[in-house]
């Protein structure tokens, strides 16, 4: 089965940096975009990143814009999300997901999530 496993969440000041891992299996890995979503305390859930299966494409909400990087190593299974310059409205539970097609940005499966806090 799908499974999505986040990491690399913590605690970050203003300013710092994480980057996020996301090694999937359970399905043919470079065949399929991937994506981040962020939920903040009390809000709803809001699309941050997304690279199509080849990475020849990515979105960005226009919140991460400049400051987040997306990739993937499909030899490892993996997408990433380089997070700089974080500022405290960056906190929230983030998600890895996967779409069901090589090149929409809408997904079908979600990992479990991995906490990113930033706070000084």
């Known amino acids: 089965q799908v499974q999505l496993v986040e990491s690399g969440g913590g605690l970050a000041q203003p300013g710092g940096s994480l980057r996020l891992s996301c090694p999937a299996s359970?399905?043919?890995?470079?065949?399929?975009?991937m994506g981040w979503a962020g939920q903040a305390p009390g809000k709803g859930l809001e699309w941050v990143s997304g690279?199509?299966?080849?990475?020849?494409?990515?979105y960005y909400a226009d919140s991460g814009k400049g400051r987040f990087t997306i990739s993937r190593d499909n030899a490892k299974n993996t997408v990433y999300l380089q997070m700089n310059s974080l500022k405290p409205e960056d906190t929230a539970l983030y998600y890895c997901?996967?779409?069901?097609?090589?090149?929409?940005?809408?997904?079908?499966?979600w990992g479990q999530g991995t906490q990113v806090t930033v706070s000084s």
């Open positions: 690279i199509y299966s080849d990475g020849s494409d990515t």
């Open positions: 997901a996967k779409s069901p097609s090589p090149d929409l940005f809408e997904y079908d499966y």
């Open positions: 359970g399905f043919p890995f470079g065949s399929y975009a």
